[in-house]
Structure formats: structure tokens, C-alpha cells
């Protein structure tokens, strides 16, 4: 149980320990109403959310299906009416690096010219003048990582930025990244089960003093309990093209999902809400941000906070959901191209 505010990073940033990941409310899981989503935000903030997630690139182009949906930038626009009037009660993070190019698709671009050009459309399209929490979503390969977030410190110079973040990037990267300038946030999945990040990428945000961000950390809603083994998915939504989302994975990880819900059910809980707090209970500087559409979801989420659990049943649910049980990649064919 953890439900004070904790310190982001190499910041004077204090967040709630669980906010809120929008990217659902433009693409990857079916259709959202943007009233629905506008109360979400609203919802959420009175609960005491106050660290809001988003990217320049939600919205632009449908990953299971690479087909254009609300177009770029939509899920900043979003987010900037619903926080209209509230700005200065939340943390205000999103990410750059994906761009769209002519001939179709998108490339990653860590150039600093992006860099500054990428930041410029994002204050405009958030209408801020500056940004909380600034990430960029995938390293460039072609581009040295020293000049990248060199790029970014100088945006945090300029006032534009208030902290650095990088986003699904390994140890030897975060480690060159922080010599350059003080990165406050890495952002990977993380979730009961997926748990790759736990060998190396974890304790190098220890030794940091990276606040590690996990986004995802109700496994897509499947941690939350709402499928069951006749759930399926269409092409639009992005658990379509995911190795544990197909048939028969799914399927064993759904007995260990029922365990999960078993365990919920007789402390009173979501399951949603255990997986949450299992999180919180790990012996880093976490602050998931799981995301929704329903505001019914972001409040029961921001609970989590209160969820006690005993160093057995941290236990219980490690092993429960012990890597070496849990079938399906993260990812399936993911192809992260630079210009």
C-alpha cells in the first residue's frame, strides 16, 4: 500500500503514485467517445490523479493494422481539452520521435532539428507553454543518444521542458543518456506478466534514480479480468498482433489470470486493483500509469493505492505469474525504423 506522493526522478515534480495513460482513448483498442474520454480525465483528476500520459504520435497511425485513424497529434489535442481549466493541477507528460513519412508509414527521428520542431507542435497542439515531462518514445539508432537528449536538455533550458524521460530503451543507452543530462523518467512495460525489465533494466533506475514508469501494467486489461477464454479481437485492436493475446496462449494465461481474480475476490478487490499494488509494492521508484477510456476504470485504478499487501501475498502473485509460466513475447514483429 503506498498512497503518497512521491518525487519524479531528478525533479521538484510530486505525483500521485498511479496516473493515467490516454493513448486508449485515440487508437489500438477499438473505437473511444471523446466525451466519454474528456470525462475520464475529469474523473480521474477527482480522484486524485494528477500525472497524465500521452504522445505526439497516438492517434496517427493504427498498429495492428498501419492504416491512418484520427491522425497525428490527436491524443495531445484531446487531452488539451479535457484539461482545460486544470492544467495546473497535473503532470503533464508525452513523447516525440515517431513521424510520418510520404511514402507511408512512420519513422523514428532523433535528430535535435526534430528534436525542437517535434516540441514546438506539441506545446501548440497541448496549448501550453511548457511541457512536464518530456519523453522520447524510441531511440533513433542512427542517431547517437548524447545528441538527442542533448537536444532535450536544451528545451529544458529554454523553459520549454521541465524533465527528460526516455521510453523502451536498455541500460547501456540510459546510462550514456544520463551522463549527457539528468533523465527523470524511463517508461517500459511492466505488469505482473511482463516482466522482462526486472533483470537489468530496474535496478539500473536504482542506481540512476530514475522513476520507472510502466506502462501497460494491467497486461492490456487482461490483468483487470475482463476477458474470458471466448474474448476475441479484431483488426483494429492492437492485442490482435500480440503473442500472449493469441489462442492458445491466451488461453493458459487466463487460468492465471482466474487465480489473480480468486485471490482479488476474497480481500474485497479488483484484480486490476492487486496487479496495481503488487507494483507499487516493488522495491523501486514506480508510478504505473494504466490506461482507460471509462471513467469508472480510472477510479477504481486510483484505489489501488489502498490496497494492502503482506510480503506473502507478494510473493504469491510473483510466482503465480513467474515468467517462466506465463506463454507469449511481449511484442510480436516490431520493426523500429530511424530515417
Known amino acids: ?19 493515467l495513460g490516454c493513448m486508449g482513448m485515440s487508437q489500438f483498442y477499438g473505437d473511444a467517445d471523446e466525451q466519454e474520454s474528456i470525462a475520464t480525465v475529469h474523473a480521474a483528476i477527482d480522484a486524485g490523479v ?9 492517434g496517427a497511425a493504427g498498429a495492428a493494422t498501419g492504416q491512418s485513424q484520427k491522425g497525428f ?10 484539461l ?17 513519412v510520404p511514402e507511408g508509414g512512420m519513422v523514428f527521428d532523433g535528430t535535435p532539428e526534430y528534436v525542437a520542431a ?6 501548440r497542439r497541448l496549448g501550453v507553454d511548457h511541457i512536464d515531462l518530456y519523453y522520447q518514445h524510441r531511440h533513433d539508432p542512427s542517431v547517437p543518444i548524447e545528441d538527442t537528449v542533448g537536444a532535450m536538455a536544451e528545451l529544458v533550458k529554454a523553459g520549454k521542458v521541465r524533465a527528460i524521460g526516455l521510453s523502451n530503451v536498455q541500460p547501456d543507452i540510459l546510462r550514456r543518456a544520463a551522463a549527457t543530462a539528468p533523465i527523470s523518467a524511463l517508461q517500459s512495460e511492466y505488469s505482473l506478466w511482463s516482466r522482462e525489465v526486472e533483470r537489468e533494466v530496474l535496478p539500473a533506475c536504482r542506481e540512476l534514480g530514475i522513476t520507472f ?14 476477458f474470458t477464454a471466448d474474448s476475441s479481437f479484431d483488426g ?8 500472449k493475446f493469441e489462442a492458445d496462449n491466451f488461453a493458459h494465461n487466463l487460468r492465471l489470470v482466474e487465480g489473480l481474480t480468486a485471490f482479488a475476490d476474497e480481500r474485497g478487490h479488483a484484480p486490476g486493483q492487486v496487479a496495481l499494488a503488487w507494483l507499487l509494492a516493488q522495491p523501486y521508484d514506480i508510478a504505473p500509469i494504466p490506461g482507460t477510456k471509462r471513467a469508472k476504470y480510472a477510479v477504481e485504478n486510483a484505489a489501488a493505492t ?13 510466482e503465480l505469474f513467474h515468467p517462466t509460466h506465463v506463454r507469449g513475447e511481449q511484442y510480436g514483429t516490431l520493426t523500429v525504423r530511424s530515417r
Not at 497529434?73 to 479535457?82: P, S, Y
Not at 486544470?86 to 510520418?100: H, Y
Open 1 to 19: 500500500m503506498r498512497d503518497a506522493h512521491i518525487t519524479l526522478g531528478h525533479t521538484d515534480l510530486d505525483i500521485r503514485p498511479i496516473g
Open 50 to 58: 494528477d500525472h497524465f500520459d500521452t504522445s505526439d504520435v497516438y
Open 73 to 82: 497529434g490527436h491524443n495531445e489535442e484531446l487531452l488539451a481539452r479535457a
Open 84 to 100: 482545460r481549466g486544470r492544467r495546473d493541477r497535473v503532470v503533464l507528460a508525452t513523447k516525440f520521435g515517431g513521424r510520418l
Open 118 to 123: 517535434a516540441c514546438e507542435a506539441s506545446l
Open 213 to 226: 514508469v510502466p506502462y501497460s501494467p494491467l497486461g492490456r486489461a487482461a490483468l483487470a479480468g475482463r
Open 236 to 243: 483494429d485492436d492492437f492485442r490482435a498482433t500480440l503473442p
Open 306 to 318: 489502498a490496497v494492502p499487501l503482506s510480503a506473502d501475498d507478494i510473493a504469491f502473485l510473483a
